[in-house]
């Protein structure tokens, strides 16, 4: 039986992307599920094995109790479950940010200097990866040093039972796993020129906060998206595949 995607989406502008032509390309089918939206969260006794994908979006999770974001915390809760239950998972950004407090851990405001001052990472910058491929097979081909895109001002902090696998200048915990079935990436993969674009022109408050233009963003799409477009593409399509394989 072929394995199903689950998708849960926070925002329109940031959608599945690049994670859409994976299914395609594997014959897999998607289904995007808007928990925001009224749609209902996939049983843990989902008829066909699934490897569910947590988006990002611009709440979070420590938000979680607000009016309005009552959802996010039906959405936790539904995590945790199904990261108990071992099903195989992705969460990026946001998501990365509830795989961490369904494990264990917790979420807090980013923060660098001294005294500590709020920081945001946004655009495009340097991830260096802690773990290699001969322990970590989905990471074959992929660089030491990575560029990515950014776009976040929280950070985790990881529970026991997590294993960091990469980090950036100013935010230690930039990827990491529990066992091999659940994955957090605090960076973006999956985002093409298209939804980035998108993204800077929606969300200039966000990036004005971060100290960044938003044609410097543009800028470095230029230069920089065939070389990070490819090594996302290759590193995400590796990954994925992984999850598959313990669906």
Known sequence: MVPELLVLQHLEREGPGRIADWAASRQVAMQVIRVDHGDQLPSLKHPKPAVAVVLGGPMGVNQRHEQGLEWLAQELQWLERWVSAKRPVLGICLGAQLLCVASGGHVETLTAGNPPHPLREVGFGAISWRATASDVPWLSGTPDHQLVLHWHGDRCRLSKSAELLAS??????????????????????????????????????????????????????EQLSPTADQQATVLLSQLLDHLLAQA
């Open 168 to 221: 950036s200048l100013h935010c230690p915990e930039q990827a990491f796993r529990m066992g091999e079935h659940a994955v957090g990436l605090q960076f973006h993969l999956e985002t093409t020129p298209h939804f980035i674009k998108r993204w800077v022109e929606e969300d200039h408050d966000f990036i004005n906060g971060a100290g960044v233009t938003q044609q410097t963003i543009l800028s470095d799409l």
